[in-house]
């Protein structure tokens, strides 16, 4: 770490762009973690990126089958279905 370099830790964190407040955050946050759990927080977050980026997507193709659902129940129910005179069901057809 740049602090034991001689480095102050003022120093450092204005290095890496954070103010020293959200660097005693972190270190208060974080310091009782151990290295394996550093890890499994950090491929979590990974994760929950992964997941929040997929969303967006997931809900377009959801919408677009409920809409080809739509489509599809809407098209079945304009179907001209009519009787004739001798009790069949005639489909999309003349009667002859």
Known sequence: MLTAQGTS???VVRSIGITEVTYCRWRQE?????SDQV??????????QRLRQAKPDLMLDK???ERGTKA????CSTL???RTGN??????????
Do not use: C, F
């Not at 009790?87 to 002859?96: D, E, K, L, S, T």
């Open 87 to 96: 009790g069949r069901h005639m489909v999309n057809q003349r009667p002859a």
């Open 9 to 11: 830790v003022a120093e």
């Open 39 to 48: 890890r499994r927080m950090k491929e979590l977050e990974r994760e929950n």
């Open 63 to 65: 919408h677009s089958r």
């Open 72 to 75: 599809a129940n809407i098209a």
């Open 80 to 82: 001209s279905t009519s």
């Open 30 to 34: 974080y310091e009782d973690l151990k």
